[in-house]
T-cell receptor, first 114, second 112 residues
Framework: DQQVKQNSPSLSVQEGRISILNCDYT??????FLWYKKYPAEGPTFLIS?????DKNEDGRFTVFLNKSAKHLSLHIVPSQPGDSAVYFC?????????????FGKGTTLSVSS | DAGVIQSPRHEVTEMGQEVTLRCKPI?????LFWYRQTMMRGLELLIY????????DSGMPEDRFSAKMPNASFSTLKIQPSEPRDSAVYFC??????????FGEGSRLTVL
């Protein structure tokens, strides 16, 4: 069973509009969540994270929202740019410690058209 | 500074052959992870090490898969014998304590 689920394999958005990528998790022990971005032929790179003690974290155009009761998080990109076109992975861990691993979802491919 | 270095970048082999993927983590990082990316399963954790010791290998698909980390600067993922369903991109990643997880560029494996 997937502990981290990204139910939308793809998302298409026009430049300048908002992109909303969603992620659900099942393990109530998860308390640290991250989003990674991946371009073709490259490894994933860290984008933004949020701890379970918060419900929102913002970094420039990127904002992550966490709803612990619903076990749901989302990544908002405003405004979307063509360079944001990539695969976005949601990831979670039970504790942000060296002895634990990040569990990733299947990813959502975002396409931003100009 | 050099990032996580993986080799080979591409490997094409025939079913039944042994495949060895290599990873050099970022210097000073004490945790190393092997992930596999496929369309069906996304980024799947195979095994991870902390201070060169395997912590969790429950993600390793079968006994055909094995991983070692003989020292802090080198790890291998071996598949013997390889099968077509092992075709995927294999990523190595490293981190230090609670820091960000850094990924290599991946090794694309094709088993014919």
């Amino acid at each position: 069973d997937q502990q981290v689920k990204q139910n939308s394999p793809s998302l298409s958005v026009q430049e300048g509009r908002i992109s909303i990528l969603n992620c659900d998790y099942t393990n109530s022990m998860f308390d640290y969540f991250l989003w990674y971005k991946k371009y073709p032929a490259e490894g994933p790179t860290f984008l933004i994270s949020i701890s379970s003690i918060k419900d929102k974290n913002e970094d420039g155009r990127f904002t992550v929202f966490l709803n612990k009761s619903a076990k749901h998080l989302s990544l908002h990109i405003v405004p979307s740019q063509p360079g944001d076109s990539a695969v976005y992975f949601c990831a979670a861990s039970a504790a942000n410690q060296a002895g634990t691993a990040l569990i990733f979802g299947k990813g959502t491919t975002l396409s931003v058209s100009s | 500074d050099a990032g996580v270095i993986q080799s080979p970048r591409h490997e094409v082999t025939e079913m039944g052959q042994e495949v060895t993927l290599r990873c050099k983590p970022i210097s000073g990082h004490n945790s190393l992870f092997w992930y596999r990316q496929t369309m069906m399963r996304g980024l799947e954790l195979l095994i991870y090490f902390n201070n060169n010791v395997p912590i969790d290998d429950s993600g390793m698909p079968e006994d055909r898969f094995s991983a070692k980390m003989p020292n802090a600067s080198f790890s291998t993922l071996k598949i013997q014998p390889s099968e077509p369903r092992d075709s995927a991109v294999y990523f190595c990643a490293s981190r230090v304590n609670t820091g960000e997880l850094f990924f290599g560029e991946g090794s694309r494996l094709t088993v014919l």
